[in-house]
């Protein structure tokens, strides 16, 4: 799996020249409106609730003795504790409400990469992709959710934290590396064939979303190149080990 966790990460190498190559940015103005509109509105919200999320969890500390500490503690935990879900939720719904978009931006980087007339699809409408998009992104939030909030609790623990820290930012990796994919395997597999698909390479999952995760701490640029750039890399490592399998079905076949 480590090895494709470097591939994952390696397809982002030529992602800009690959998007000029085929004028991919066309395909990007409403992704990259929508990811910001989401960001910022993430931001507001850190900004603006913090303190109070801060103060709810203060009143949990019932003794006189380090209440201060406690109290400060609390409001950077409260911002924390927004900061981490709110990127979860952006994630999700920046890839649901954007999949019509880059489903063709995928389609063009596997035409470009195996020729137009060498494979079929299945043929898919905007509210197809859309639902489609929606019904991923909203079973990855769940599955999402479920791990992070034990593990955020864990986070403040000493040494333990250090380990809940990690498996945070891996699990964020994983989902949003498998948003992704999808984007690609919408075009050959169902809903369950594209799970397994992923299952069985997690590893490029994971290595495309630590990029995208990484990117997104890039103040105001994260917002909007890293969308676009982490679909293209996972469209070109999708479509090569796809067709290294021979799960591309052929025209003539």
Not at 20 to 28: C, E, P, V
Not at 212 to 220: A, D
Not at 222 to 238: D, K, N, Q, R
Request: no cysteine.
């Amino acid at each position: 799996m480590f090895k494709n966790i470097i591939n994952g990460v390696k397809a982002y190498f030529g992602t800009f020249k690959l998007i000029s190559k085929l004028g991919l940015w066309k395909y990007f103005a409403i992704p990259i409106l929508i990811s910001v509109i989401i960001g910022i509105s993430i931001v507001g919200l850190i900004y603006f609730f913090s303190d109070n999320l801060g103060g709810l969890i203060a009143r949990a500390w019932i003794w006189e003795w380090g209440s201060e500490f406690f109290a400060k503690a609390s409001v950077y935990f409260g911002g924390f504790l927004i900061f981490t879900l709110g990127l979860v939720l952006y994630k999700h719904i920046v890839m649901a409400l954007s999949s019509p978009f880059m489903s063709p931006v995928s389609e063009k980087v596997e035409n470009h990469l195996l020729g137009e007339t060498q494979h079929v699809h299945r043929s898919t409408s905007f509210a197809e992709q859309l639902a489609r998009g929606i019904r991923i992104n909203m079973r990855n939030l769940l599955r999402e959710l479920l791990f992070m909030i034990p593990l955020l609790l864990l986070s403040f623990i000493p040494v333990i934290g250090i380990i809940a820290t990690i498996l945070i930012f891996l699990i964020q990796a994983y989902y949003v590396g498998f948003g992704n994919m999808d984007y690609t395997m919408e075009r050959h597999f169902n809903y369950k064939e594209s799970i397994q698909f992923v299952r069985k390479n997690r590893g490029i999952a994971i290595g495309n979303g630590i990029v995208f995760v990484l990117m997104l701490f890039i103040p105001i640029l994260g917002f909007i190149i890293t969308l676009p750039i982490s679909v293209v890399a996972a469209s070109t490592e999708t479509v090569r080990i796809l067709d290294e399998k021979g799960l591309i079905a052929n025209k003539t076949s």
